[in-house]
């Protein structure tokens, strides 16, 4: 018992009281701000890897940016990464960060089906689908239940079963080998149920997007009820997008 007071004593506690309000070190790189300076765009397009930046007006997709932030070091008075990690929604279009806009971005709640605050508000079950992800979403989606950020503590856990499941969270690109288990995991999924993209893979597909080894078609056939960006998602991302969808902001 010493011994744990001690460690408490020197680090503090080991979980995040507050999830909603939580600081991230000035390293992370969340929701970027573009200002109306005027730069070469073609140039500042064709510095982004992902072919995330368009032009006239200057805009991110933040569900193809890589986060990797060589748009900030390369036009540092035009685009700057903050640390707003609370960029998860429901509109797809919310996604594109276009220049001098300096809002957060938040869930359309007229959109957002009554029986996920309902059903959903205290107890979320969701199953987790690696659709040829790279595993670091995989990562966060680990972390987001660990002691420091404890989404349990809020009723949302990862179950083994899809039938045991409200929704499935989908990682990865989606290839042409997991396009049919995917569609089989969804169809096992009682209804109601959400659909849930974490990463810039999932969300657009990411560097492999436009690759013959995927099949997003999946994607076509069903609504998509969250959009949680990032390479990887951070998990504050993931656990306020999720709180947001069932109610609970």
């Known amino acids: 018992m010493f011994n744990n007071l001690k460690i408490w004593y020197h680090q503090g506690k080991q979980f995040i009281p507050d999830v909603r309000n939580a ?6 790189r969340g929701r970027p701000v573009i200002s109306v300076d005027k730069v070469d765009g073609a140039a500042l397009a064709a510095c982004c890897p992902a072919n ?32 707003d ?23 359309n709640k007229d959109i957002i089906p009554g029986e996920f605050i309902s059903m959903f508000g205290n107890s979320l079950k969701l199953r987790q689908v690696s659709a040829g992800g790279d595993n670091s979403c995989e ?5 987001a ?8 503590r809020f009723g949302i856990e990862f179950v083994a079963s899809p039938r045991h499941a409200d929704g499935i969270v989908i990682t990865g690109p989606i290839t042409a080998n997991m396009a049919e288990p995917l569609q089989i995991c969804y169809d096992a999924t009682p209804d109601p149920k959400m659909i849930i993209l974490v990463g810039t893979d999932a969300i657009s597909g990411g560097i492999f997007e436009g690759s013959p080894a995927l099949d997003r078609s ?4 069903h609504m998509i009820n969250l959009y949680i960006p990032g390479n990887p998602a951070h998990p504050l991302t993931l656990i306020n997008g999720l709180l947001a969808l069932t109610g609970r902001e």
């Open 23 to 28: 600081k991230v070190p000035g390293i992370f």
């Open 52 to 83: 995330a930046i368009s032009q006239s007006p200057v805009a991110i997709d933040l569900g193809k940016c890589t986060f990797c932030g060589e748009c900030s070091i390369r036009f540092p008075g035009k685009v700057m990464f903050t640390t």
């Open 85 to 107: 990690y609370k960029i998860s929604t429901n509109e797809r279009e919310c996604l594109i960060i276009k220049e001098g806009v300096d809002q957060p971005i938040k869930l």
């Open 139 to 143: 990562w966060e989606l680990n972390a």
């Open 145 to 152: 239940n660990n002691v420091q950020f404890d989404m349990s």
């Open 218 to 221: 999946f994607l076509d056939r």
